[in-house]
Every structure is written in C-alpha cells, then in structure tokens.
C-alpha cells in the first residue's frame, strides 16, 4: 500500500500566488489532517475532516481552505500566498477515533518568497 | 480539548532505558493516550497507544498512571536512532471532538 500520499515534495512560490496541495490516502480511512511544522517548532493542525463532505477547522485555519468530496482525497488550498506561510505540511490519516493509528505523509516544504 | 505537557528534552545513554513523561491532568474517561515520534527530516510515526492498561509493543512500552493523569513511555534500550522528538496526544475515542492537537513534545537525544 501507498499510504498517505503528499505533492509536490517542494514548491517555491512568490507571495500573493495560490496552490494546492495533493493528499491522497488508499486506506479507506475516514479522519484526515492537515498539519503545519514551522523550523524547530511543533505541529499546528490546520483543518481536518471525519468523512467526505465534512471538514473543520483547527488551530490556524486562516489562509487555508479545505475541501473533502471523497474519502481518499484532502486537498489544501492556499490562497493569496504569505511570508507566515513557509513551513513543512503534513497530511494524515485515520481509520477511526479514539484507537486509530495515524498514518502520516512524507510533507510538503512550501517557502514563499 | 484536553492537552499534555512534556518537558522540552532529555538526554540518555545508548543502551540505556529511557523514561518519557507526559501529563494529562484533564483527561477524558474516552481519551487514548497516543505516543508518536519525529525523526529528522521525517513525518510523525506511531509509536504506541493505551486508554487504561499498560502497553508493550516491539518499539516501546506504555505506562498509564492508575488515575490516567500522565503516563510514561519506556525505550527499553536506547539506540542511536531514536534520537528524535516524541509527542504524547490524546485521541477521543467518543467522537465528542474529533481535534488532534499536538503539542511540542520532548527532544530526545542519544549519546554514544
């Protein structure tokens, strides 16, 4: 199995610019995340979803959108690129609640220029 | 949400075991206590769980306090790869609130 799939690996954009970040889970699991790792520092969940067509918001949803129309895909989409928005994205996922192992992406490194 | 407080590093021994602490004193009747860890350069893996009994798997051990208020993973014996950032959550396992707020969690280096 592939897991949690995350693209691009790296992206450099310029400041004011949009994109979206891929994440693709072939588990069937229902619970995915979005998380942001700035250098050094913890991860901030941003948004997360417990089934298609459901989503929520996180700690720091703001500059993010999220859309689930199916239980494999979990886009993020960042709009009007920022400085603040440099960091590390990780895209995660789980079977259930409660005792579900998360399965964690490789990341996306964005850095805005 | 219920949070966890670690303390920002540890340092140990290879070959040694290692004791990470964690506390939880607003836990949940519902909540499951996760360990994941971060090597370098890497995305967060899972380490370990538990609600209430202590855990053992091929990577580590989990210790729950009796009232569930902290708990500690046990590295056995510490290798030079698991040097690394270990992050305690708690997972609802009622579904009340689905968050799952990482905290800083404990910078574990290894010496030789």
């Known amino acids: 199995n592939a897991g949690v799939t995350q693209t691009p690996k790296f992206r450099i954009l310029k400041i004011g610019q949009s994109m979206t970040l891929q994440c693709t889970q072939d588990?069937?699991?229902?619970?995915m995340y979005w998380y942001r790792q700035d250098p050094g520092m913890g991860l901030k969940l941003i948004y997360y979803?417990?089934?298609?067509?459901?989503?929520d918001k996180g700690e720091v949803p703001n500059g993010y959108n999220v859309s689930r129309s199916t239980t494999e895909d979990f886009p993020l989409r960042l709009e009007l690129a920022a400085p603040s928005q440099t960091s590390v994205y990780f895209c995660?996922?789980?079977?259930?609640?409660?005792?579900?192992?998360?399965?964690f992406g490789e990341g996306s490194r964005l850095t805005v220029l | 949400d219920a949070k966890t407080t670690q303390p920002n590093s540890m340092e140990s021994n290879e070959e040694e075991p290692v004791h990470l602490p964690c506390n939880h004193s607003?836990?949940?009747?519902?909540?499951?206590i996760h360990w994941y860890r971060q090597l370098p350069s890497q995305g967060p893996e899972y380490v370990i769980h538990g609600l209430t009994s202590n855990v053992n798997n091929r990577m580590a051990s989990l210790a729950i306090a009796e009232d569930r208020k902290s708990s500690t993973l046990i590295l056995h014996r510490a290798t030079l790869r698991d040097a690394a950032v270990y992050y305690c959550?708690?997972?609802?396992?009622?579904?009340?609130?689905?968050?799952?707020?990482f905290g800083t969690g404990t910078l574990l280096a290894v010496q030789p």
């Open positions: 995660a996922s789980s079977r259930d609640r409660g005792t579900g192992e998360l399965f």
């Open positions: 959550i708690l997972r609802d396992g009622s579904g009340a609130t689905n968050k799952l707020i």
């Open positions: 979803s417990v089934g298609a067509g459901i989503t």
């Open positions: 607003t836990i949940s009747g519902t909540d499951y």
């Open positions: 588990m069937n699991h229902n619970y």
